[in-house]
């Protein structure tokens, strides 16, 4: 691949994106009332991709020995604990994932 095509390939992505982000705002625009099919998508795909992320992060933990489910089930409970007491995602999800590596590196 040349340096051109690279550069083009890059800028029709990032324009693809953009106006992947920008639709929903000009579809939904001005005096037009959401659909009830959108909203009710907004309330419950949140929840859902959230259980779905927790089901692939966890559908390789072995049972068979402690050292191989302790710290994934521990961090799943920090994040879990984190986010009823603070509700913020992004602290949910870093405190979750240092207690994840601290765990595999320093204790197992």
């Not at 419950?44 to 991709?49: D, G, K, S, T």
């Not at 072995?62 to 710290?71: E, I, K, N």
Request: proline letters at 4%; aromatic letters at 12%.
């Amino acid at each position: 691949m040349n340096d051109r095509y690279t550069v083009f390939a890059i800028a029709v992505i990032a324009l693809v994106t953009a106006a992947l982000r920008f639709l929903p705002f000009v579809i939904f625009s001005g005096a037009k009332k959401t659909p009830r099919i959108v909203e009710k998508l907004g309330r419950f795909l949140p929840a859902a991709v959230m259980g779905m992320l927790v089901v692939y992060c966890l559908k390789d933990v072995s049972f068979a020995h402690t050292a191989d489910y302790l710290p994934a089930l521990a961090s799943a409970l920090i994040v879990a604990l984190l986010h009823v007491w603070k509700r913020n995602t992004l602290i949910s999800i870093l405190g979750g994932t240092l207690c994840y590596m601290m765990a595999v590196q320093f204790l197992f």
